[in-house]
């Protein structure tokens, strides 16, 4: 079985921004936040996409 288009994480620095049923990481600032969305992207083998200055996803496409 092979899956597609799927979220894979979620990195927020804003707890009140977080969807149910994905691994969520919380950062603390900006630059950590920065940090772990492309360590995650190469880990997950994924695409991190920002979705606000607080916000990013890693995605299969």
Request: negative net charge; glycine residues 4%; contains cysteine.
């Amino acid at each position: 079985m092979d899956l597609e288009k799927y979220i894979l994480a979620v990195i927020t620095t804003n707890r009140n921004k977080v969807p149910a049923g994905t691994g969520v990481f919380y950062c603390d600032t900006k630059e950590e936040l920065e940090h772990f969305a492309a360590n995650l992207e190469a880990i997950l083998d994924g695409i991190a996409h920002s979705l606000s200055d607080d916000l990013y996803v890693i995605v299969k496409h």
